[in-house]
């Protein structure tokens, strides 16, 4: 009997589909700015070179939040195509690890966002769209995040290494092909 075809948009049980890839790429090169950007401000301090990269910080942080929303959304509507995480502990650990990337990626933030709000000053995304105008500061919205938005978003990022590593490790040591489903071809 043959295979039948799927779409090279949406996931199927051997590859993600090319919106999921797009999403993930677009999103990991976006992270990969937010946290240079925060990487450079801690070792370097407040420069004219630092600043390219911390002044677009929120409005890419707002950007990645709308991003991972859609990538959640569009991961529940191929939920029951997209490649299995394995089976066993190794399955259950990669689930956990995915499931706290995506709850991490949701709530650092949201964090940010509250803690804008609540700092009395306008927001403009990217200088064009404004959300806000500048109102009343509320030190009860901005506490969360003045205590967890910096480490949680240090504790993403560890994450993100963690995947990185497991998606060396799948590729070098035990040579399988789970790498393969998110840069492989799509036929």
Excluded at 165 to 186: I, K, S, T
């Amino acid at each position: 009997m043959e295979k039948a075809q799927t779409s090279v948009w949406r996931d199927s049980p051997d590859r993600y589909g090319r919106i999921s890839r797009w999403l993930h790429w677009g999103m990991a090169l976006l992270f990969a700015w937010q946290f240079i950007g925060m990487g450079l401000r801690l070792a370097l301090g407040r420069t004219p070179q630092v600043a390219f990269f911390v002044g677009s910080h929120s409005s890419v942080g707002l950007l990645l939040m709308v991003l991972v929303l859609l990538r959640g959304a569009w991961g529940l509507s191929n939920a029951g195509r997209r490649p299995p995480h394995g089976a066993g502990w190794l399955g259950r650990a990669a689930a956990a690890g995915h499931g706290a990337l995506y709850l991490l990626m949701v709530v650092v933030p949201s964090l940010a966002l509250v803690r804008a709000y609540g700092s009395g000053r306008a927001f403009t995304w990217f200088n064009t769209l404004p959300l806000w105008g500048a109102g009343p500061k509320n030190e009860t919205l901005m506490a969360p995040a003045n205590a967890a938005h910096g480490l949680l978003a240090w504790v993403l990022l560890a994450l993100v290494a963690g995947h990185v590593g497991m998606v060396l490790l799948h590729r070098w040591w035990w040579r399988d092909q789970v790498a393969q489903r998110m840069v492989g071809r799509v036929r």
